[in-house]
């Protein structure tokens, strides 16, 4: 059976760059676009030409796609103006574009009170507008500004807007959910009104996630007939963002009800890429990735609970609803004070730690784990600590060093300028093999300073310690009032680029700290193989 196809337009550029804190230098936009092109995507919006340094310029010249087109965005014509005296948009006609977006009023409240002219100047601007650049011999679509709330009020002026653009010319007329504030089954009633006067293949959508629902509200309106969805990468845009291609793509790829029907530009191979786009994007931005993001995030096939694990170590499907793999993430089985036998063991596999299943100390872990969480560690974000804990239980780590005893002076005084500064010493006394080392380091900080010092001088096992650095430090107080105690994630890396954390949990943030520390030099050796 052929399939129809359906369009992607990628708007990250444009209204992503209209979320608060976001903001794309030039060379940022062409990596994207370039991105958004090896990815599938069907028209790669930049930005508005014209409406500020960066986006005239990234319209100078077309970037080379092999697949998408690029699409610059506009206003039409203002009122009052012909179109041939519009420098606005005459700056959209001169940029270096395959299509043009036009954004266009579609309600006849937002005619009268944002732009302040009639509902006949609105369709004349359009009709104008879109004849401009069809002239000019651009692919057209007009984004109908407010349509659903427009259409709600006044349908048959909304449905006039949308005809004046398909009428005009336009190749896409995209149903706009502004303000984000319509339901899905309002999006596929309103839609599937709409297309019984424009065909559904020149039918597009655009969704605002202002109520949680600008995937399904998309997906609603595909189910309608609309044939282009209008979304950006991790769901960028103005306030709650727009519909989130990220998850709009598996869901169009791998759910039968959408991809037996409907072909999309990104292929199987491209899907699963998907992950590392939607981290690439976020690496760029300097954000942190949402670990709960569906398909892509981190926890997006993690289970965490006993029961589970159990049943999706016996086959993934019991607890996936498609494969990590199809989208590039991964599945991980968390240890936790949810988990059980089955967490440990795949845990176990993961790190490579050798067991029996038969073997008695594999409850004891289990038991181990779980006193332990209920005393505040946190194994689940500390993969090297409990690396250690498990080794340590199924009796395999070496004891490499000894500390004898480490002291932390913090001191505050004015230095020969005059100046007020704090100083923090370190000093650590260590037993290796036998021989006793005592090293002291000033750091900017007490667990900088015991950092140092630690690391300082380990004897026979100082080169294998030599590129290790750390990286993060995080501290959490819990439980609060006099019982607090503290919890201390430390993440460190090696000279080849390899992190791990490690955990330590302790009334005194100094000794929390410190433990933190000592599992990750042991880990590193471990992992180096260091001999006893
Ligand atoms: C729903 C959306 O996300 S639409 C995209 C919104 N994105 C942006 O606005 C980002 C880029 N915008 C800009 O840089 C500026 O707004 C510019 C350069 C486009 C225009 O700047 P200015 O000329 O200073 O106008 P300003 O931004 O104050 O106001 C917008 C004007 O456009 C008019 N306008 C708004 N939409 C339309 C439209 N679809 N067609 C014609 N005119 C419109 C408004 O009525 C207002 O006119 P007024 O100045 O006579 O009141
Ligand atoms: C065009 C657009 O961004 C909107 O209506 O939300």
Redesign the pocket.
Same mark, same amino acid.
Do not use: F
């Given at each position: 059976m052929s399939r129809e196809r359906l369009y992607l337009f990628d708007t990250t550029l444009r209204?992503g760059a209209?979320t608060n804190g976001v903001d794309f230098t030039l060379h940022d936009k062409q990596i994207i676009a370039q991105m958004l092109d090896e990815l599938g995507i069907d028209y790669v919006e930049g930005g508005?030409p014209? *409406?500020?340094p960066t986006d005239t310029e990234f319209f100078a010249a077309k970037p080379k796609f092999e697949h998408a087109k690029f699409t610059a965005f506009g206003?039409? %014509? %203002?009122?009052g103006r012909s179109a041939s005296n519009d420098p606005?948009l005459a700056g959209l006609l001169e940029a270096k574009a395959d299509a043009i977006c036009f954004? *266009?009023?579609s309600s006849a409240y937002q005619v009268r009170v *944002?732009? /302040?002219t009639t509902n006949e100047e609105n369709l004349a601007?359009i009709r104008d507008s879109v004849s401009a650049a069809k002239a000019a011999g651009r692919e057209v679509m007009v984004d109908c /500004?407010h349509f659903f709330d427009g259409y709600k009020e006044d349908a048959d002026f909304a449905l006039a807007c949308a005809k004046a653009a398909y009428e005009s010319g336009a190749r896409w007329v995209v149903l706009c959910d502004?303000n984000g504030g319509t339901m899905p089954h309002e999006v596929e009633t309103i839609v599937g009104a709409v297309t019984k006067h424009i065909p559904g293949s020149h039918v597009g959508i655009h969704a605002h996630n202002d109520t949680e629902q600008a995937v399904a509200n998309s997906l609603a309106a595909v189910r309608a007939g609309a044939r282009q969805i209008q979304g950006t990468l991790n769901g960028l845009g /103005?306030r709650c963002g727009n519909a989130n291609l990220c998850s709009l793509i598996p869901t169009l790829r791998l759910k039968n009800e959408f991809s037996d029907a409907l072909e999309i530009g990104v292929t199987d191979e491209k899907l699963a890429t998907l992950m590392k786009v939607s981290r690439a994007l976020d690496d760029m931005l300097n954000r942190a990735p949402n670990r709960h993001a569906p398909y892509v995030g981190e926890s997006a096939f993690v289970t965490k609970t006993g029961i589970h694990a159990s049943a999706v170590l016996k086959d993934p499907q019991t607890y996936e609803h498609v494969s990590p793999d199809s989208v590039g993430n991964h599945r991980k089985v968390l240890v936790s004070d949810q988990a059980g036998r089955s967490n440990v063991m795949a845990e176990l596999d993961r790190a490579g730690i050798p067991y029996e299943k038969s073997d008695p100390k594999l409850a004891r872990l289990v038991e181990e784990l779980k006193e332990r969480e209920a005393a505040g560690f946190a194994y689940e974000s500390a993969d090297a600590s409990f690396d250690l804990l498990a080794r340590r239980t199924l009796g395999r780590v070496p004891e490499y060093f000894k500390v004898e005893q480490f002291d932390v002076n913090v001191e505050q005084r004015y230095n020969a300028n005059g100046q007020r500064v704090t100083v923090a010493l370190a000093v650590v006394k260590v037993d290796v093999a036998g021989e006793r080392l005592i090293s002291a380091a000033e750091g900017n900080g007490p667990v900088n300073a015991l950092d140092v010092a630690l690391r300082k001088d380990l004897g026979k096992y100082q080169k294998y310690i030599e590129g290790l650095k750390l990286i993060d430090y995080r501290v959490r107080i819990l439980n609060g009032g006099t019982e607090a105690v503290t919890r201390v994630l430390i993440e460190s890396e090696d000279e080849n680029g390899e992190s791990w954390t490690t955990i330590g949990v302790s009334p005194n943030i100094i000794d929390a700290s410190f433990q933190a520390l000592m599992d990750s030099v042991v880990y590193k050796l471990v992992k180096s193989g260091a001999p006893v």
């Open positions: 209204d209209q508005y014209g *409406a500020n206003m039409t %014509r %203002r009122p606005g954004v *266009a009023k *944002a732009l /302040e601007s /500004e502004t /103005e």
